[in-house]
């Protein structure tokens, strides 16, 4: 028996005939007599139980296929229903687990999504998952902090993880917030603006695109520095290998914000703490169809232009 957890946030989203054909394809995810096991998160068996009647009567039995903060014991698949968000709050579920996220778009732009929902039936058939590719992408851990003052409010303590960036940003009562970046304990530059985006390759593709960044290829072993409105001109983004520690250091008492994807945490200066490659990866599956410079252009319709369209 396989065990499958269903996870959305995008719940709105999902029609009916598009959940029971994902229900269908995954039921039949691995080839043979091979059978799987469903498991909801709550909000989406409240959806099943609400709109979708004859599926709830189908696929839940009571609570005992509903799971809150912790995925059910041997997860072998989370299959997640939403846009990008909605795949970073998947991290807290997964943790160090190995267990790899198949994302279906619902949402809107739908970067990190193996497939979009309108091409369920195409691309997920029989036997899918042992012909869909694994992609092991770098995490962030934020820790070692030091505090010399005792307004910070909030710190990240059980899961100071992030797939996209960690950022230190001013808080809306701070003008500019000014930060020492050190890598590998070597002094690298004093940043003096709106704050600084510390981002994973995958994370290359979200905030520190809108900020000038460059784009990283997902396998790459590297770390991006992005200023963010930096009031020296000539500070541009850089690049590190992924095995460097990054440290970051607030001397003044200004007080700013603490970004790690989708978490808010409050601190105020002065401070430390150290940024640096997680120990585990986040594993997302791909069918053997797609790949990055597909999505890429795709998504941010490089080359979009009716005159000079490939037949």
């Known amino acids: 028996m396989k065990i499958v957890a269903?996870?959305?946030?995008?719940?709105r989203l999902v029609k009916?005939?598009?959940?029971?054909?994902?229900?269908?394809?995954v039921g039949a995810a691995w080839s043979g007599p091979v059978k799987a096991g469903f498991f909801f998160a709550k909000d989406l068996a409240e959806r099943l139980r609400r709109d979708f009647p004859e599926l709830a009567a189908r696929?839940?039995?009571?609570?005992?296929?509903?799971?809150?903060?912790?995925?059910?014991?041997?997860?072998?698949?989370?299959?997640?229903?939403?846009?990008d968000g909605t795949m970073l709050d998947t991290l807290p579920l997964v943790q160090d687990s190995g267990i790899p996220v198949l994302g279906i778009n619902f949402g809107r732009l739908g970067f990190l999504n193996a497939i979009n929902a309108d091409r369920?039936?195409?691309?997920?058939?029989?036997?899918?998952?042992?012909?869909?590719h694994k992609?092991?992408?770098?995490?962030?851990?934020?820790?070692?902090?030091?505090?010399?003052?005792?307004?910070?409010?909030?710190?990240?303590?059980?899961?100071?993880?992030?797939?996209?960036?960690?950022?230190?940003?001013?808080s809306e009562n701070e003008s500019l917030v000014l930060l020492d970046v050190l890598v590998d304990g070597q002094f690298m530059n004093t940043y003096y603006g709106d704050g600084v985006l510390f981002s994973t390759p995958t994370g290359s593709t979200?905030?520190?695109?809108s900020c000038g960044g460059p784009i990283l290829t997902p396998s790459a072993d590297n770390i991006l520095i992005t200023p963010m409105a930096s009031h020296t001109l000539t500070v541009r983004p850089l690049i590190i290998e992924?095995?460097?520690?990054?440290?970051?250091?607030?001397?003044?008492?200004?007080?700013?914000?603490?970004?790690l994807d989708s978490k808010v945490y409050e601190l105020a200066g002065p401070f430390s703490f150290k940024i640096r490659k997680a120990g585990f990866k986040f594993i997302t599956v791909y069918p053997p169809e797609r790949n990055f410079f597909d999505a890429i252009r795709e998504k941010l319709m490089w080359g979009l232009?009716?005159?000079?369209?490939?037949?």
């Open 6 to 11: 269903f996870y959305g946030k995008a719940t």
């Open 16 to 25: 009916q005939a598009q959940f029971e054909e994902l229900l269908d394809a």
């Open 59 to 83: 696929y839940l039995k009571g609570d005992e296929n509903v799971f809150g903060d912790i995925l059910p014991s041997e997860t072998d698949l989370l299959v997640c229903l939403g846009g």
């Open 120 to 132: 369920i039936q195409s691309l997920l058939q029989p036997g899918f998952i042992e012909r869909f």
């Open 135 to 170: 992609e092991r992408r770098l995490l962030l851990e934020v820790g070692d902090f030091e505090f010399l003052s005792r307004d910070t409010i909030t710190v990240p303590s059980q899961m100071p993880y992030a797939l996209n960036e960690a950022a230190v940003v001013k």
């Open 206 to 209: 979200a905030y520190s695109l």
């Open 242 to 259: 992924g095995y460097q520690e990054i440290t970051v250091k607030a001397k003044g008492t200004e007080h700013c914000r603490l970004l």
């Open 305 to 311: 232009d009716i005159r000079h369209r490939r037949q």
